[in-house]
């Protein structure tokens, strides 16, 4: 690490800790730290003793945070969690045509998404085991859009 601020005396280089992660889409930024690499998947990292958050890549977070393992296996979740997230919408969701509803049953748990009166979606999910239920707090553009929402929800009660 020969570049950037880790050349700077005046910032800390370690003791750092990862406050988020954040996909960009594509390698569309510069790490903060090494300021070299080409980033896509952003770690957000904070240290008592500096006064900015700074973006950086996964190799520079594990050295911030002195665990390159655990910012590998940070980045490696998030990127499941996306693959997971995106293949949600390929799901089979069935329909009632007369409630204009579609469903998904999964983890068992139940998913519903139905259009509202204002023009827009909302979403349940049911865990059936605990009869735990979460209706969306607000409505949403499309029935993917709740169907995203939704999923949220859906890891964290299938996980009860």
């Known amino acids: 690490m020969a570049t950037g ?3 700077d005396p005046n910032i ?19 790490c903060e730290m090494c300021e070299v690499q080409v980033i896509r998947y952003v770690h957000a990292m904070i240290h008592d003793a500096y006064p900015h958050q700074l973006e950086c890549g ?3 977070a594990g050295y911030m945070e002195e665990d390159t393992q655990r910012a590998r296996t940070r980045e490696t979740t998030f990127k499941n969690y996306l ?15 007369w409630r ?4 998904l049953n999964a983890n068992h748990c139940h ?6 009166q204002r023009g827009g979606y909302a979403a349940l999910v049911e ?7 979460r209706y969306s707090k607000r409505f949403y553009p499309t029935s993917d859009a709740a169907k995203l929402a ?8 299938s996980m009860i």
């Open 5 to 7: 601020k880790w050349l």
């Open 12 to 30: 800390p280089k370690a003791g750092w800790a990862c406050i988020n992660i954040d996909d960009l889409g594509y390698p569309a930024a510069t």
């Open 58 to 60: 996964c190799i520079c």
């Open 83 to 97: 693959a997971r997230r995106q293949k949600w919408l390929t799901r089979p969701w069935h329909t009632q045509s």
């Open 100 to 103: 204009n509803l579609e469903y």
């Open 111 to 116: 998913v519903s998404v139905w259009p509202d």
């Open 127 to 133: 865990h059936r085991p605990t009869g735990q239920k």
């Open 150 to 157: 939704a999923f949220d929800v859906f890891l964290r009660m």
